[in-house]
């Protein structure tokens, strides 16, 4: 597991940052734009919450690309470099990297074209103006695609069972926090349906719709006794496939 997939609980890693402006320099509200343009072009819109119309869209973007893409790319950094770039510079790298390993760039070109506005940093873009893809843009910032799903089997967990966090081999990215690994807690909530995450986290095993439970731990039982506030209780909402039962015998009980 890379160091930056889950930060929660980590010390010495220098002091917290208290910036407040969500967009520090005028470049990175670009970035974003191109990130939400990517997210409402998403080849799997076709098949979303609600349906969007792929198959008509004039769009030469034929992939999946969602937080969780964005995140992959980001957290597949080498470590050293993830913790010497800023938040959107992370983003500006993911989604670069995305373009290339899809084909719709090589890195030569992208280089060229670096080098090119770095020179000439007025120089104007290119643009194609589609009221279509408009249109729909603003249809995804409206609407979104919810990643709630019919379940595909009854949850295995109920409200009040003691549970433990499973610790998978974690790849490129995974959605469980790595203070919670290996640690027990108690089902509070079991959800209703079934959530898809839209992104296979390979060994991690985070694919496909599945029960997702909100997760009661002791912060005693996670930082200790000396290390935390008396009294306090973290709660965690975690996908089923990252839940154990707490014992061989209570995972034989489990349907």
């Known amino acids: 597991m890379k160091l930056q997939h889950a930060l929660g609980g980590l010390e010495n890693l220098g002091p917290v940052s208290v910036?407040?402006?969500?967009f520090v320099q005028e470049w990175e509200k670009r970035i974003f734009g191109i990130h939400t343009v990517m997210m409402a072009e998403s080849a799997h819109l076709a098949e979303a919450l609600p349906r969007y119309p792929m198959a008509s869209l004039p769009?030469?973007?034929?992939?999946?690309?969602?937080?969780?893409?964005?995140?992959?790319?980001?957290?597949?950094?080498?470590?050293?470099e993830y913790f010497k770039f800023r938040y959107y510079e992370k983003w500006?790298?993911?989604?670069s990297q995305f373009f290339v390993d899809k084909g719709y760039i090589t890195a030569e070109e992208l280089a060229q074209l670096t080098a090119r506005y770095r020179a000439q940093p007025d120089a104007l873009l290119p643009e194609r103006p589609n009221e279509a893809i408009k249109r729909q843009i603003v249809d995804y910032l409206l609407?979104?695609?919810s990643s709630?799903?019919?379940?595909?089997?009854?949850?295995?967990?109920?409200?009040?069972?003691?549970?433990q966090v499973a610790d998978p081999a974690a790849a490129d990215h995974t959605r469980l926090p790595?203070?919670?690994r290996n640690k027990k807690g108690t089902v509070r909530e079991v959800y209703p349906g079934a959530f898809e995450?839209?992104?296979?986290?390979?060994?991690?095993?985070?694919?496909?719709?599945?029960?997702?439970?909100?997760?009661a731990f002791d912060a005693r039982d996670i930082w200790g006794p000396d290390l935390c506030e008396p009294n306090t209780t973290i709660y965690a909402d975690l996908f089923e496939v990252y839940l154990q039962c707490r014992t061989p015998k209570e995972e034989e009980k489990t349907p």
């Open 19 to 22: 910036e407040t402006r969500v």
């Open 59 to 80: 769009t030469t973007f034929k992939h999946t690309w969602t937080w969780a893409s964005l995140r992959t790319g980001a957290e597949g950094m080498q470590p050293f």
């Open 92 to 95: 500006l790298m993911g989604i």
């Open 143 to 145: 609407q979104g695609d």
């Open 148 to 163: 709630l799903r019919p379940l595909p089997h009854a949850p295995r967990f109920t409200v009040g069972q003691t549970v």
């Open 178 to 180: 790595g203070y919670l």
């Open 197 to 215: 995450y839209f992104c296979s986290t390979g060994p991690d095993g985070l694919e496909g719709p599945m029960p997702v439970y909100r997760v």
